[in-house]
């Protein structure tokens, strides 16, 4: 490859990267499938840490809220998001100001201070803590993320209405729909994306605001690693780092076939 | 106690003990006050006791218990709710790492636990927050299942299982082998990287102040400090402040000494048997622990509905064959795993016994005792 | 965006579009203020009005036997702060997470830059193959680094193989343990920024560059590092921050051992029930940043203006 011969240490220093970041990932599905159920030395390939993570209706129960919670926060996070950026982009210079200091002071905040002030509010007022205090939690930074994206695709939209405007006096529906749409799609699906996978995988926000009876998937294992060990960590592990991976393929494909080209879904959908 | 009061259990009840069951029940009666001590030396629970029916019949709703994961029998919550379909029992396990962090989640955190694991020291603690609730004895009839030493012991609600910290070590890689605190403390430095102690507060700094000589439940700032010095000392030596993954730790070697639970010594045997366990001679802290009621929940009757089921004989040993830890029922012998039954670490011979100091409540010096352990961890 | 006749700034596009629909642009502005009203709403009433309860709470006082807050007018939690125990726990999450940000920096360099420099089918695989890690459990990745870093581990066991050290590593459970963690967890978060901001880099430029003789080193200080620089300091908050206030990753590889600032806030809630002391030490670790976050915007905007001006100057 070009690069390489071009600029070989960094080439190097970039495979290495990759290399470094999926490290971890080959060593929790390898201990998935380790035998030893204290990990101390290979025992043997086994399915039973599968299995017996299948079967524990912590898990099974666990992951039905995360996926609840995920999906509810994405909804909202990115409703919230675009609406936000799409009166942004008109808005004055002030209002643009506040509005990205706002999504700024959301992003910067510790989850742990923001946790632990929702929770605050929420006992005081005694609402119960669960699912939608939860959702509430997430969608306050969620929607944060999933702006910060919007924003960037945005911006690179402005030049291109530009162009639009300037060069062929589009009217400002058909640009929307035409040049605005098309673009903002991938923005939009990738904060999707994003705010779900945060969401899904959430401990702080979540370790504050779960109340007791719900336990999802993350805090119910961070539990199981500060207290009492069991190789279903790995399962649990292994499963959701494949079905990620599944998913962000979807999505990737997702992005590729309905945003591009005249074929494409919105163009089909007589915008 | 010698032969001839086991010639009285067979005059008594007409059965016959062997030597190391009679020991095993007259150790810990040695430690706890019990006016029955004969009886309950002689088993007044008898191994053929067999489960009562519940005295409540129809539970209904969603009991939420605070526990430690994994501290209960692996099928229990779903063979309860399959025997009371109208009822469930949920499990929340973020729990604290201190024990008077319990208490404090739950009177935080009003209506969100139905009942929560404590030892006497966190329902006093509970008492004085005003979350306790005293049981309805009538709802769990199963509880005369349990012997009579613990229930005098731990009267608030049925207990469950007790413990002690002690020195667990590899006996092929520690040498001159610990049989104190004070000779844990000597030899961290030797094996530095390789020791821990628990991440618990009244376990580590109980253990402390036994070292030093003090009472495991001392609230004197002046002790406590000490107790806090000498482990601020020990802390450069230590691998991790945890209780996790010890037993793997010591199977495999990367830990040869640490302060943990009698437990803990089982479960690494069995990868490896070379790992082996000291009771400190100054002594060691014990708990003893149960579940108790919290005031004010609304389903009170699954709550006992659940206890009652959970002192069945068989549902209790599927506890204790998950944890490993030390019982509180003759009834569940016949079903615990015979690994655990004779487990060097968790038979209550009287010599060890003796030298077990349960933890107490400590009242307003609790929050005194929490600040110490924090400023251990931040040391 | 620029003043070259022909092409309009954003005011510009606006006010060009308003043109085409003079007459409908009175009922424009309400609908756009609808836009914008369930974001002010939601952040009045989940983001706001708890951070203000919160500084309420941090005035008050919580009974340790009872567990019970009550609000009131002290300043005892912000001097409680002053304690040893505190200060040294907020000096070493700043250290940690500064150190930690550095090395993030270091790293996604390259990685950036080695992504921008091939074809686009092979980016959309690079920046895939940087973020899916991200998507997997972050509980679970750490955990996977105890395994790694520990005695006896793996990292232990090839460094013995090739003989580069001998003994035991004793990294695990430190605060190097930490940093990697760290490191590892937040590390796509600097990559996608600064890979975001070299996307601008036009290949001829690097041509170019090494036409006129500059390679490696000072290719990459004199150009890329320059043009990174938005998204470095981008990334630089998006992971200093968060790293400052970590408390699930010094759990997990801290063995107890180090604590760190979202450890004690954590611990309020958790174990110690002071709740009026937590929410002190959640106000003043947000205040800090929030300073911070105010000096880098201040910086930037000098650094813009210093930009714009060097640009009017060469006309």
Redesign the interface.
């Known amino acids: ?3 390489f011969r ?2 070989p ?3 190097l ?2 495979v290495l ?2 290399a ?6 080959f ?2 599905i390898a ?1 998935s499938l380790n035998s030893d159920k204290l ?1 101390a030395h290979w025992g043997g390939f086994t399915l039973k840490w599968f299995k017996q993570a299948a079967a524990d209706e912590a898990v099974r129960s666990g992951l039905v809220s995360s996926l609840e919670v995920a999906a509810l926060t994405t909804l ?1 996070s990115v ?2 998001a675009l ?2 950026v ?6 004055s210079k002030r209002g643009r100001r506040v ?1 990205d200091g ?1 999504v ?11 946790g ?6 929420f006992t ?1 007022l005694h609402v119960q803590l669960g699912v939608l205090t939860m959702v ?2 997430h ?2 930074w969620g ?1 944060a993320f999933a702006t910060v994206i919007l924003q ?1 695709r945005i911006r690179l939209l ?2 291109a ?3 639009a ?2 060069d062929l006096y589009a ?2 529906r058909a ?1 929307f729909v035409k040049v605005t749409m098309p673009q903002l799609g991938p923005g939009l699906l990738a904060a999707s994306v994003l705010v779900f ?1 945060l969401s899904f ?1 959430d ?2 926000t979540s ?2 605001l779960a109340g007791s009876s719900v336990n999802p998937l ?1 805090l119910f ?2 539990g199981l ?2 207290f009492h060990v069991t190789p279903e ?2 399962a ?2 292994a499963l ?2 494949l079905s ?2 599944t ?2 393929l979807i999505a ?1 494909w997702l992005l590729m076939r309905l945003f591009r080209g005249p074929g494409s879904i919105a163009a089909r959908l007589g915008f | 106690m010698g032969d001839s009061d086991n010639l009285d259990c067979e005059r008594l009840t007409g059965v016959t003990l062997s030597r190391r069951q009679f020991l095993k029940r007259a150790a810990f009666v040695a430690a706890l006050p019990s006016a029955l001590a004969l009886a309950e030396a002689c088993g007044s629970s008898s191994p053929s006791s067999t489960a009562s029916p519940s005295a409540i019949t129809n539970p209904v709703g969603q009991a939420i218990l605070l526990n430690y994961p994994g501290w209960i029998g692996p099928d229990e919550l779903k063979d309860y709710h399959a025997k009371f379909p109208e009822a469930t029992v949920k499990m929340n396990t973020n729990v ?3 024990l ?2 319990y ?3 739950v ?2 955190n009003p209506g969100a636990y139905d009942f929560s694991l404590g030892d006497n020291s966190q329902v006093d603690q509970a008492k ?3 979350i306790y609730q005293a049981p309805d004895w009538a709802a769990i009839p199963n509880i005369k299942n349990v012997s009579e030493s613990f229930r005098k012991a731990y009267p608030d609600a049925p207990p469950n299982d007790y413990g002690k910290i002690i020195i667990a070590y590899r006996k092929d890689l520690v040498s001159p082998a610990p049989t104190s605190w004070a000779d844990f403390w000597k030899l961290a430095p030797k094996y530095s ?2 020791v821990t102690v628990l ?1 618990i507060d009244r376990d580590t700094l109980g253990s402390a102040l036994k070292y030093l000589g003090y009472s495991g439940n001392s609230t004197d700032e002046a002790e406590l400090n000490k107790a806090l010095e000498a482990l601020i000392q020990l ?1 450069p030596s ?5 209780s996790i ?1 010890v037993a793997k730790g010591l199977a ?3 830990i040869v000494m640490a302060a943990t639970f009698d437990f803990d010594v089982a479960l690494g045997a069995a990868s490896n048997k070379n790992v082996t366990w000291a009771m400190p001679e100054e002594g060691a802290v014990a708990y003893l622990e149960g579940f108790y009621p919290i005031k004010g929940s609304k389903h009170l009757d699954v709550v006992y509905s659940f206890l009652d089921f959970h002192l069945d004989p068989k549902n209790y040993a599927s506890f204790i064959n998950a944890t490993g830890s030390a019982w509180v029922m003759p009834a569940a012998e016949p079903y615990i795993d015979k690994a655990i039954l004779d487990a060097p670490s968790l038979q209550p011979d009287p010599a060890i016994v003796a030298k077990v100091e349960f933890e107490k409540y400590l ?2 010096a ?2 005194l005792w ?2 110490t352990w ?2 251990f ?2 040391a | ?1 620029g003043t070259v006749p ?5 005011a ?3 006010h ?2 308003d043109g ?2 003079a007459g409908r642009e009175g009922r424009r502005h309400s609908p ?2 609808l ?2 009203l ?2 002010v709403v ?2 009045a009433l ?2 706001v ?3 203000v ?2 500084a309420a ?1 941090s005035f008050g006082t919580s009974d ?5 807050t009550r609000l009131g007018f002290t300043l005892r939690n912000y001097g409680e702060m002053g304690d040893a ?2 200060l ?2 907020i000096l070493r999450s700043l250290e940690l997470s500064a150190v930690a940000t550095a090395a993030c920096m270091a ?2 360099l ?2 950036a ?3 921008v ?2 074809r686009p089918s092979v980016q ?1 695989l ?1 920046l ?21 870093l ?5 990292l232990q066991g090839l460094l013995h193989r090739l003989g580069l050290v001998h003994g ?1 590593l ?1 990294i ?2 430190s605060p190097t343990a930490i940093g990697i963690g760290i490191v ?1 967890s937040y ?2 978060l600097m990559v996608l920024p600064v890979y ?1 901001a070299l996307e601008r880099l036009d290949p001829a430029i690097i041509e170019a560059a ?1 036409d006129l003789g500059a390679h ?1 080193f000072s ?2 200080s004199r150009i890329v590092i320059p043009l990174a620089t938005p998204g470095l300091i981008a990334g630089a ?2 992971v200093g ?2 790293a ?5 990753i010094p ?2 590889l801290g ?3 180090t ?1 760190m600032l ?12 002071n ?1 009026a002391l ?2 002190a030490m ?2 003043t ?2 205040t800090f ?2 300073v911070v ?1 105010v000096l880098v915007a201040l910086a930037q905007r000098t650094r813009t203006k210093t930009q714009d001006a060097d640009r009017g100057a060469t006309g």
Do not use: C
């Open positions: 490859m070009k690069t071009e600029h240490i960094v080439s220093m970039a990267t990759l470094f970041m999926w490290l971890p990932l060593v929790v201990n990990l909202v409703g919230l609406t936000g799409l009166w942004w982009r008109r808005a509005y706002l700024y002071a959301r992003i910067i905040l510790p989850e742990v201070v923001f632990m002030a929702l929770f605050l509010i005081r509430v939690g969608s306050v929607s960037a402005d030049e209405v530009e162009q405007a300037a009217t400002p640009v996978a995988d401990v702080v370790f504050f993350p294992v961070f690693i500060r960590v790995n649990i592990g959701v780092t990620m991976i998913l962000t990737v | 604290p790492t201190t008077s962090g208490v404090q989640m009177k935080n004085a927050a005003g990287g390789k991440d802390k230590l691998q991790a402040i945890s993954d495999k070697g990367s009242g307003a609790t929050a929490t600040k924090e400023r961890l931040a | 965006m022909g092409s309009l700034n954003a510009g596009a606006i060009a579009e085409h629909t756009r203020v836009l914008v369930p974001t939601w952040l989940f983001f009005a708890p951070l309860l919160m709470y340790l036997v009872i567990y019970t125990l505190y040294g726990a790293i996604a390259p990685l830059f080695f992504t420099r091939q959309r690079l895939l193959a940087t973020i899916v890690p991200f998507w997997t459990s972050f509980l679970i990745r750490n955990y996977a680094w105890v395994n790694i520990q005695n006896e581990g793996m035991s004793n695990m459970y590892y590390l796509p975001v090494s490696g290719l990459m908050i998006l921050i968060p400052t206030g970590e408390f699930v759990a997990i063995g107890g051992k604590l979202g450890n004690v806030i954590a611990d309020q809630f958790l174990n110690v029930g709740l937590g929410a959640a106000m670790l947000m940043l929030a976050l």
